[in-house]
């Protein structure tokens, strides 16, 4: 049974994960999760692993990156997993990292 046919009863719907029922209510929901999804894999990546890199490699790694998202889209969709919780989490930490590591080099720099 796919999620967008008309066959899909309120006892279905209930046992469906939050971001299937979301796409039934409207197909466009799954497409804005994937893109949340991307933005904030590309902020996890950028605070935590990127370098500078020439940019054919640059290009390539976000064609991975964009690709691998795909996967944890499913994963969010099929399963449940709590994907776009944990990539905020991440950011959130990976963020704070890098804060607290420029204001302690600042402050090395400066003594």
Not at 9 to 25: F, G, I, K, Q, V
Not at 85 to 99: D, K, N, P
């Amino acid at each position: 049974m796919l999620v967008g046919s008309p066959q899909i009863s309120e006892e279905n719907l209930e046992s469906l994960n939050w971001l299937m029922r979301a796409t039934a209510e409207n197909p466009w929901n799954g497409f804005y999760a994937f893109l949340v999804i991307v933005a904030l894999a590309i902020i996890v990546f950028n605070l935590g692993f990127a370098r500078k890199l020439p940019i054919l490699k640059k290009i390539l790694v976000y064609i991975t990156l964009f690709i691998g998202c795909f996967v944890l889209w499913f994963l969010e969709f099929a399963f449940g997993a709590p994907i776009i919780v944990v990539l905020i989490i991440s950011g959130l930490v990976l963020g704070i990292y890098r804060f607290r590591l420029h204001l302690h080099r600042k402050q090395q720099k400066g003594a």
